[in-house]
């Protein structure tokens, strides 16, 4: 029986699994003394997209029933732009009645034991038509003027910002644009990304600077009307002045009520203004449903120039670098010496980071407390060091498929111990409708294998059910409702997803690297730019800190990420390094790094003569970034380094400090070595793998996404007496086949072919169960030639009729008609016994377009979604006739072909409407199109054999 779990219930059930939906294993029910409960925590979530807040009561709870019998165990609620001819129907984004419908969402979540976290903003980033200019993001802008002594300067001190206006998808004049962006009524259809007006800026700063190193501040002796009045002294001097602009970016993708400025995120007062909305509207509502509030990446910056000020800059700079930025404007601005600019840029950068961090992030969780929530954030994207952002949130959330891109957040959650990392799963995949159940897998996997325990779909959109097919859309999605046609087959996704996630969210990372982040490099290289954006997939990382990143996860080692703030909560136990929630790690790799803060460098050294080994790539740090205390902090961190007295090793040098040791090396597989860190086999077949630590002993996600089965003896960690591997699909699990190599290593015996996932659970103790088994041809085959009835389940556009063939091919060549049709068809055959001598039956499907469930005498076995398809049976479970049901099911492709063809419009939404994730496939509106595609492969093509295998 599934088992609510409420918002702070992160103690989960203890699973270990199996995972093989390209089943070739018996199935055997009756084993379940070892299978966890399962929660609404551990089943998968999805963002719920609400357009234009245009819902009902009725279908609110309809949509959530359907997600429900599914096998989601929560939502997001996310309000976004709105569905044309639906404008009579639209919610206004934080009213009474929005709250209202919130309200009744959270009410049936209860009801359905569904948990509903809700995303601050309709669309993102942060904002609305409330953030004024006051809270609206800002730039900075600067003009140099030059004076020899006795001069005045003639002209004004101004600049003038000029206009801009960036719109989705369309052409927009400025001249269309009222001042403020709220008094306009038309947001929805004019889709604004980035507006500035043209107006004169405020001047915030003016400093005069001469050729002596002389400063004067003269932002006082500025008239309101730009007139300087002052007279340059003896000498020659330039003149920075410093302006507050308004960076523009709108609020993307919002819904009505929504649109709008998005906020300063270094200010404090922005983000309680902004929040402020829902108190006010929240007031009198039972929200105490909600378990998390969202914010989706960082994106401010993805248009004309970046939002890299704030009101306070000057202030919040000299609180925390501890000197005054505006004595320091040519080197701000690169104009100074190149040392003097990349240390006060780097300075500038950290500014930034910890603004984002305190301002911000920490202002907002702090507030979600309020109504005993908590946050889940996307920290990808922000001008910051993303990990301390991740660490302070209370679940850090990924997205994409970058392996280093993900790590970032689950290395913060695993250092800082968070119970939950989420990711924001299979974005956009591939085209729309294209998006197999296979791919979506693989996607799921990739997350599983990078330290991910909590997945949250994108997505779902909320649909009327009187709506015509195929519903309402979200444009960078796979579409995971009820319209797609492989809606009931993704049930038994979710199915594996909760399975795999009950057991990595019993567990603790069982990573032995920690690599160090080095920021302060990155920040301190100059570019064009004032900001560093990281967490990105075009992420600008140290040479050698992308290498040994590449090479731990080719090779195999285990690994997390870590900032200098982590760091520094760091302790260590019998020469083990502690992180929160008493997760370990065995070694600090230094990348080659130029910079490094003198208390990290303390840090380290305070680490290993408390027993740590910390190892340095290629060489020792070489200096302290910055300019706070530049000479001092230089001296001091010399001083410490001297302690650093290197003894010749082969290929290597050390120095033992106190219980522990500093390592510096050019090859670091040697060196690990010494401490016993080695890389797992498991990575030198091509699989995908996590190992964790668990209450009963060390466990493995093992996934195979490479182009070959693997087949035989793999050596990982001995982490008990004994080892079961689990199924989840088929409830069935055994004990592994091991080989005791020595105290530390076993051998394991696994078959794993193309899309399948295996866990491995070590035991303390023998487990009393038979031993799994793996399965080989026993040579006898027999292919079903005989007369298939195909017959059509459900779909469209219209409901073919059946009919019988002795040919198996895809459907669509069958007729004009079944060309564009999406759907499920049952292909059932009847066939005698094989009377085949073998152990078990194989059935194999062969060619399936694209998934299918497969019936034997009635009776439901699997189901199957690739990329093959084939499950072995109980010899037993054949009678001496027998009927064989597959249920085929293609995807929404065919009939979208079909609607584009015909002109039959379903890209019906406001601002992005319907967009293509690639240009061919754009159509003259600049909108998705499908009318170009030849129908898709469809149903099951085959053969289909029944092959005897026997247990290996």
Known sequence: ????????????????????????????????????????????????????????????????????????????????????????????????RWMDMLEHTLNIGKELGLGVDVANASGWPFGGPWISDEDACKNVRYKVY???????????????????????????????????????????ELALDQVRFKRSLPLVALMAFNDKGEKINLTDKVEKDGKLNWTAPEGQWKLYAVFQGWHG????????????????????????????????????????GIRAFFNDSYEVDDAVGEADWTPLMFEEFKRLRGYDLRNYLPALFGEDTE???????????????????????????????????????????????????????????????????????????????????????????????LSTLSDAKKNFDRYFANGVNHLVYHGTPYSPFSEEWPGRLFYASVHFAPTNTWWKDLSAVNEYVSVCQSFLQSSK??????????????????????????????????????????????EGYQFDFVSDRLLHNLTVENNKIVAGNSVSYKVIVVPETDYMPLNTLNKLIELAEEGATVIFSNNLPKDVPGLQNLNENREVFKKQLSKVNLQPEEGYGICKLGKGKFIVADSLSKVLGIINVYPENLADEGLWFNRVMREDGLCYFISNWSEKDVDGWIRIRKGGNSAILFDPVNRKYGKAKIKIIDDNYAGVYIDIKKGETLILQWYPEAQNTEEYKFYKSAGDTLTLNGEWQIKFINGGPVLPDSFMTNNLKSWTEYSDDLKWFSGTASYSIAFANSGFASDAIMIELGKVCNSAEVYLNGEKITTLIGPEFHVIIDKNKLKDENILEVRVTNLMANRIIYMDKNGINYKKFYNINFAARERKNLDENGLFTAKNWEPLESGLIGPVRLIGVNVK
């Open 339 to 433: 040392e003097m600019n990349s240390r006060v840029i780097s300075d500038y950068r950290e500014t930034i980071s910890d603004l984002l961090l305190e301002r911000f992030t920490k202002a907002w969780k702090n507030w979600s407390r309020n109504y005993n929530a908590i946050v889940r954030n996307q920290a990808h994207g922000s001008p910051a060091n993303v990990l301390d952002l991740y660490a302070v949130s209370d679940i850090p959330e990924t997205e994409g498929d970058s392996p280093l891109r993900i790590k970032l957040a689950s290395s913060a959650g695993h250092v800082a111990g968070k119970k939950l990392v989420s990711a924001e799963a299979a974005t956009w995949l591939n085209e729309h409708f």
């Open 146 to 188: 030059k004076l020899n002594s006795g001069e005045n300067l003639k002209e004004k001190i101004e600049f003038v910002q000029e206009p801009l206006v960036r719109a989705v998808r369309r052409k927009v004049d400025i001249s269309e644009i009222k001042y403020p962006i709220s008094a306009n009524p038309n947001l929805q």
């Open 249 to 288: 970016k709108m609020v993307e993708r919002a819904g009505r009520g929504g649109e709008g400025n998005v906020i300063d995120h270094f200010s404090e007062k922005a983000i309680k203004h902004f929040l402020a909305q829902f108190d006010n509207n929240a007031k009198g509502k039972k929200l105490d």
């Open 509 to 554: 990372p069982d990573n032995e690297i920690l690599l160090y982040y080095p920021v302060y490099d990155i920040w301190a290289k100059r570019d064009g730019t004032l900001l560093k954006h990281f967490g990105t997939h075009r992420d600008e990382l140290t040479k050698d800190l992308e290498r040994l990143s590449e090479y731990f996860l080719n």
């Open 1 to 96: 029986m599934a088992k609510i779990i409420s918002r702070f219930g992160y103690l989960f059930i203890l699973l270990t699994v199996v995972v093989t939906f390209l089943s070739c294993n018996v199935i055997n029910k009756g084993q379940e003394d070892l299978w966890p409960e399962v929660n609404n925590i551990t089943k998968p979530w999805t963002r719920w997209w609400w357009h234009g807040s245009a819902v009902a009561k009725d279908d609110l709870k309809s949509n959530m029933e359907e997600l429900s019998k599914a096998g989601f165990g929560g939502v997001e609620v996310t309000a976004i732009y709105g569905v044309k001819g639906y404008e009579d129907k639209d919610i206004k984004f934080l009213t009474p």
